[in-house]
């Protein structure tokens, strides 16, 4: 059964860089992409971006100029570095297991396999 | 424009069927995928692709699609099946992944 742990500071001051790794155990590292998504206090869920195995990423527009983020396969992990944190970036930030499957008609993706979760504050 | 569209919050009685939906450009694509959340708790995925069920998901818990919009139907809600519910896809136009912003489930 795949598990993701995931972990990172969760309290940083204004204009610090968040940081989170999230390892992953008990299955395949490649053939899937590995994405971090973040919910703010009573908020919906916000998609911040994407790594595969082999380090290719896609990231929300509306984050992009902040966010980098890595992999060490040798190890199983994936990364997240997100910049300049403000007062808009508290949330509760999630790794989590995406997969494709492409057919004639239609694709589809899904996330099957989530963290816990990373309850993280920016204060001053 | 990137965005899945969800009612915000929806009731159905205690054993009976609730359709939830939600729309954009995206699904016409790409099949949604669903998931449950409860308060304190990560989402977990309990529908994707045509009607697909992870393992552990009740057999009550099924999607369609037609055109634009993704439903997922929940024949005979139980008390447990109240949560917050968000549809998820890919997109080919901006914003790679998106969430709709998520149905709030009563069950009465």
């Known amino acids: 059964q795949v598990q993701l742990q995931q972990w990172g500071a969760g309290l940083l001051k204004p204009s610090e860089t968040l940081s989170l790794t999230c390892a992953v155990y008990g299955g395949s590292f490649s053939g899937y992409y590995w994405s971090w998504i973040r919910q703010s206090p009573g908020k919906g869920l916000e998609w911040i971006g994407e790594i595969n195995h082999s380090g290719s990423s896609n990231y929300n527009p509306s984050l992009k100029s902040r966010v980098t983020m890595s992999v060490d396969t040798s190890k199983n992990q994936f990364s997240l570095k997100l910049n300049s944190v403000t007062a808009a970036d508290p949330a509760v930030y999630y790794c989590?297991?995406?997969?494709?499957?492409?057919?004639?008609?239609?694709?589809?993706?899904?996330?099957?396999?989530w963290g816990r979760g990373t309850p993280v504050t920016v204060s001053s | 424009s990137s965005e899945l569209t969800q009612d915000p919050a929806v009731s159905v009685a205690l054993g009976q069927t609730v359709t939830i939906t939600c729309q954009g450009d995206s699904l016409r694509s790409y099949y949604a995928s669903w998931y449950q959340q409860k308060p304190g708790q990560a989402p977990v995925l309990v529908i994707y692709?045509?009607?697909n069920r992870p393992s552990g998901i009740p057999d009550r818990f099924s999607g369609s699609t037609s055109g634009n919009t993704a439903s997922l139907t929940i024949t005979g809600a139980q008390a447990e099946d109240e949560a917050d519910y968000y549809c998820?896809?890919?997109?080919?136009?901006?914003?790679?992944?998106?969430f709709g912003g998520g149905t709030k489930l009563t069950v009465l």
């Open positions: 692709g045509k009607s």
């Open positions: 998820n896809s890919r997109d080919s136009s901006g914003n790679p992944v998106v």
């Open positions: 989590a297991r995406g997969g494709v499957v492409v057919l004639p008609e239609a694709i589809y993706y899904y996330m099957d396999v």
